[in-house]
């Protein structure tokens, strides 16, 4: 378990007001079974912050990383049907390895996010012909193949790509920007 996932979830009762397991029954009542149902609930009805509502959420679901025996089968899964698309996967894993720095690379049920201090990316094989890149570049304009998506949330902007081509020297400048920005 990521250092940062297990300070949290030691701290989840002084910041929270509950332990995990009192999360888990709450969560229960409340009948609950989505990620952003669970985070929605959590955020307007306890007030917890973004951080601590997603990690609950993902715990309980037992969506993240840390809830998988064998963190591969998230990966396996997310590209059945998509194999074409595990190629981007792989390339832009590459490309990343190549900035020098150390990142953690946490693959959850949907997408694979990765993570240095904080999260920089998401690779996400979106549908059967889209891959999408979550960026975590708040603050930062969209130009270019970088589009807008969320401004206050974890993946400001994001790159479809719909080809292993379109994987170029702009994609991988956005990418060392967001990793670079992550420490």
């Not at 029954?25 to 009948?31: L, V």
């Not at 917890?48 to 990966?75: P, Q, R």
């Not at 979550?134 to 603050?139: A, E, P, R, T, V």
Request: hydrophobic share 40%; proline share 2%; aromatic share 10%.
């Amino acid at each position: 378990m990521e250092k940062a996932v297990s300070t949290m979830l030691e701290n989840l009762k002084e910041k929270t007001g509950y332990s995990f397991e009192e999360w888990k029954t709450i969560i229960a009542n409340q009948s609950l079974a989505k990620h952003g149902e669970i985070v929605k609930f959590l955020k307007e009805t306890h007030g917890i912050t973004h951080g601590y509502a997603s990690e609950i959420a993902l715990k309980v679901l037992g969506s993240d990383a840390d809830s998988s025996n064998d963190t591969n089968e998230f990966i396996v899964s997310q590209y059945k049907g998509k194999e074409h698309l595990k190629a981007f996967y792989d390339k832009l894993i590459a490309e990343v390895q190549n900035f020098g720095g150390e990142f953690e690379i946490a693959p959850k049920k949907a997408y694979v996010s990765l993570r240095r201090k904080k999260q920089f990316i998401i690779l996400n094989p979106a549908s059967k012909t889209r891959f999408e890149i979550g960026f975590n570049l708040k603050g930062v304009e969209a130009t270019g193949k970088l589009e807008a998506e969320k401004p206050d949330g974890i993946c400001s902007h994001k790159i479809n790509l719909s080809d292993i081509s379109e994987i170029d020297q702009e994609v991988i400048a956005w990418i060392k920007m967001a990793f670079e920005k992550a420490v």
